[in-house]
Each structure stands twice: as C-alpha cells, then as structure tokens.
C-alpha cells in the first residue's frame, strides 16, 4: 500500500505546476479552504483526504488503494518509510528517533476526547454568531476542541517546517495524520456518539473547494460526509479493544470497503 502511496506522490510531485493535481496545488487548496478552531474542520479535512486518495489511486494505477494513518499514540515517532525518498520533508526540525511527548497524544489524552459527548465540544465549535450557510462561514472562528487542538496542533509544531504553515501538505505524512484524525471521529461515532443534526451544520456545502481526478472542481455537502460505510471505507479498530499490532498493520490499516487492502507494508 505504501509502495502505492510513494508512487502517486512521485507522480504527483513530477505534474507540470499548472495541474490541479499536483503536489504543491493540493497544498493550495488546503490552503485556501482550510477551517480550522471551527465545526467545519473534520468534515473538510475528510472531503479532502477523499479527494486525494482517489487522485492517488488513479496516478498510482492501484485501484484498491487506500490511504493509510499514522496512529501517533502507538507509534509516537514518525514511520521510518517517511524518511528518505520522496516521503521525506527536508523541511522537518525533528530526527526519526525523536518521540511526540505523551502529554499531547498519550492513551489517555485521546480517551478523554473520545469520552466527550458533545459533538461540538468533541468536533469544535460553531463559528460565533452563524445564522446561515453562506460560504463566508467557512473560515469563520469558533473555537477548538481538544480533538483539534491538543494531539494535531502539538504535533504540527514539533514537526516543525512545512508542518507549521499553511502548506502542510506539502509534508507527506500530514495526509497520514490527518487521516488518524479521520479515524477518532470514526471511532467516536462507532461509540454511539452523534454528529450535530443542526442546519447550520448538515446544509453546509464546500464550494468548489476540491478536485476530482480529471481535475474539475466540485462541491460536497457536510451531510454526505457524516458516514464513512457510505463512503466506501473503513478503519481496522474501530470499537475493538487497544491492542498493539505490528507497525505493518498499523500504517496501513484505513481500508476502503469494497476493496479490502492487503496487510503488506509495501504491497
Ligand atoms: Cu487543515
């Protein structure tokens, strides 16, 4: 799967800069659209790493590609693939050995976010004073909960380089750590927790904000992003008890659900 992942990024990396696919484009988009310290910002985050995995599984020519996560809480240093090649960010002020502290992705951090019950206090917080769905709520300020404050923001810092600007895309491995997040919202609604059925919320439609694989943008709706079966994937451990799989499995265990991916580190 990783080999998969190496060779849509090589192709991705070599697309002339006018391509909307190409690397330094998908940064943009980030970017430009991002939400962020507001309810919108698992839902976007979501869209676009569905946008991106399906441009990577179109130039990597494996269509049962699914794109991996990096479970920061087991595996507290970056994956050893992620530093050399094209994986690698120059950028990065920190070492392979160097570990993320437990303070900001520890067991216990993460149960306490997925302990919460409130969806906006789990997800963050409305932008102050919404009333409608106009698209100038996007980028509107609410506030952060601890799911996107504490493991990602700390993380981002102590990458350090591309990871700390808007551009963190450009850092391969931010589409492997936003995609644990994806998980933990995944996770937390395994658990029975419910998203907001609030308008505001649902009604809510990205504009143009992403790029299909023949590079025509198009608009997605927060509530056609609520449910991850429908959307054709999957994670491995949802609801299961924390055990400790071999970093193999781990890395590449978000699998789409009609193909199911094979269990091979570079498969
Ligand atoms: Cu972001």
Not at 43 to 58: G, K, S, V
Request: aromatic fraction near 12%; hydrophobic fraction near 35%.
């Amino acid at each position: 799967m990783l080999s998969s992942y190496i060779r849509a990024v090589e192709q991705m990396k070599a697309l002339p800069s006018s391509d909307p696919r190409n690397w330094e484009q998908q940064a943009r988009i980030h970017q430009r659209y991002c939400p962020h310290g507001n309810w919108y910002f698992l839902p976007w985050h979501r869209a676009y790493l569905l946008a991106f995995e399906e441009i990577c599984r179109d130039l990597s020519g494996n269509p049962d590609f699914a794109l991996p996560y990096w479970n920061w809480t087991v595996d507290t240093s970056i994956p050893e693939p992620f530093w050399s090649g094209t994986l690698r960010d120059a950028t990065r002020r920190i070492s392979s050995t160097d570990r993320i502290g437990a303070e900001f992705v520890g067991q216990n951090i993460i149960d306490d976010i997925l302990d919460e019950e409130d969806f906006e206090l789990f997800a963050s917080l409305r932008p102050t004073g919404q009333n409608n769905t106009d698209q100038s709520w996007q980028m509107a300020r609410g506030a952060l909960a601890p799911l996107e404050r504490t493991p990602p923001n700390n993380i981002h810092t102590w990458i350090s380089g591309n990871m700390t600007t808007l551009r963190s895309p450009l850092d391969p491995i931010f589409w492997l750590h936003h995609c644990n997040i994806d998980r933990i919202w995944a996770e937390w609604n395994a658990r029975g927790n419910r998203n907001t059925d609030n308008i505001l919320w649902t009604d809510f439609s990205f504009r143009q904000n992403f790029i299909d694989i023949n590079s025509r943008r198009y608009d997605v709706v927060v509530r056609d992003l609520v449910d991850v079966n429908q959307l054709g994937y999957s994670y491995d451990v949802l609801t299961q008890p924390q055990e400790t799989p071999s970093l193999m499995e781990r890395v590449l265990s978000r699998s789409a659900g009609i193909h199911r991916t094979t269990n091979s580190y570079f498969g």
